[in-house]
């Protein structure tokens, strides 16, 4: 079969409230704007306007914010026909803070963990290049036994796995649980992107980068890619030298939320476009620092993938 869809990206589509107040918890935050949210969902959609083909897989409510992330998907050319609504299940939402930094946020969960595999047919994931989800998406049933069942059918399907180790303890109490679930995953050998302060939420602790790599490589994954915020970005593939890139200077940082899925978006970009693993390093972040200088999402007035290729 045709793999004809470049990456099917599995988990939560939600609505990000974020705050207008720079620099300021949400205690202190006093208005907000609604945009587009979801990590998976972030990653669709940037992948979709650096022109791949992209589908997407989420549940969603009946409902007005429901409404808004469909017109929101419709405006570019995303693959929905695996979006679920629900019409006894509203839709999710987080309120974050705005910050240059890890941000601050709240989430109401509803809809978006019932995630069933009647969604996920084997027929798209044998059409699918890579199969990506997140920590986020794990952390509840049942998304997290459909995606951990098709995880596996995608692996033997000859599609490769990703995932965006997003841990949080408001989101996944249960650390040990979400190192078991974790591991499972790692199992099928997938693309993996973490950060210091998912690390640090993860194992409660600060572990030296060696020995992060070192847990994901003896859990079965070659290439782990562990962004370092201002500081830039290191990859560790499992028998080779450790490659380390800069963070591309930038004048302003307006939001973090999401840099870490445009970072992604863009490694995944180059990685199916068969760059070196240094060259989707750049890509990616290139694609985060656009990402940093707006609030909300990458901006509508420029060519992102001319911006990106110009290395």
């Not at 107040?21 to 202190?28: A, H, P, R, Y």
């Amino acid at each position: 079969m045709k793999k004809d869809i470049d990456i099917l990206c599995v988990g939560e589509a939600l609505v990000d409230f974020i705050g207008h107040q720079e620099g300021v918890c949400i205690n202190k935050t006093r208005d907000y704007h609604r945009y587009l949210g979801g990590s998976p969902t972030n990653v669709a959609m940037n992948t979709a306007r650096l022109g791949l083909n992209t589908a997407l897989v989420a549940t969603i409510g009946e409902d007005g914010f429901g409404e808004y992330i469909i017109e929101r998907l419709n405006e570019i050319n995303i693959n929905i026909n695996y979006l679920k609504k629900s019409k006894t299940t509203p839709t999710s939402t987080i309120f974050v803070s705005r910050s240059i930094d890890t941000p601050d946020f709240v989430a109401y969960r509803k809809a978006d963990f019932i995630i069933e595999e009647n969604q996920i047919p084997l027929k798209l994931l044998k059409r699918s290049k890579i199969f990506h989800t997140t920590c986020f998406a794990l952390s509840k049933n049942p998304a997290r036994d459909t995606i951990l069942v098709k995880a596996k059918e995608a692996f033997e399907a000859g599609c490769k796995l990703s995932i965006d180790v997003n841990f949080s303890e408001k989101i996944w109490e249960d650390r040990a649980n979400a190192t078991k679930i974790i591991k499972s995953y790692c199992v099928y050998n997938p693309l993996v992107k973490i950060s210091e302060d998912d690390m640090f939420r993860l194992f409660n602790k600060t572990l030296s980068h060696q020995e992060i790599f070192n847990f994901f490589h003896k859990a079965g994954v070659e290439i782990v890619c562990l962004t370092l915020g201002k500081e830039g970005v290191v990859l560790s593939e499992k028998g080779k030298k450790v490659l380390s890139l800069p963070a591309i200077k930038i004048t302003k940082v307006m939001d973090a939320t999401g840099a870490g899925d445009a970072f992604w978006s863009g490694f995944l970009f180059a990685y199916i476009n068969k760059n070196s693993l240094e060259e989707c390093l750049l890509i990616a972040l290139k694609l985060a620092a656009l990402k940093l200088q707006n609030v909300g999402r990458l901006p509508n007035n420029i060519n992102v993938l001319s911006e990106l290729l110009k290395i």
